[in-house]
């Protein structure tokens, strides 16, 4: 698979069954030359519609399942939420 298809994937939350958009990026570790977490934008500023100032950091370990069309995984939204 391509970054470029896991882009245009949407990410589920399978704790909340809250969709939390689509990766925007990954961030990869070269020394081990491993996938370390998908990158996600977080809510937006006001009322969800304009920008973020937020994102999910969502660790490859709690990607559940790659679909073809869905990322199930499985977080706690708070703790994932960076600034």
Known sequence: ??????KQKEV????????LGCPV????????NRLT?????????????????SEYLIPWEC???IGDD????EIEEEKCLHK
């Not at 698979?1 to 896991?6: A, K």
């Not at 589920?12 to 969709?19: A, D, K, L, Q």
């Not at 990026?25 to 081990?32: L, N, R």
């Not at 977490?37 to 100032?53: E, N, Q, R, S, T």
């Open 1 to 6: 698979m391509r970054i470029c298809e896991l």
């Open 12 to 19: 589920i939350n399978t704790c909340t069954c809250r969709s």
């Open 25 to 32: 990026d990954i961030e990869f570790d070269c020394k081990t």
């Open 37 to 53: 977490a998908l990158i996600v934008p977080g809510p937006g500023k006001l009322c969800c519609l304009f920008g973020h100032d």
């Open 63 to 65: 990607i559940c399942r």
């Open 70 to 73: 869905i990322i199930l995984v």
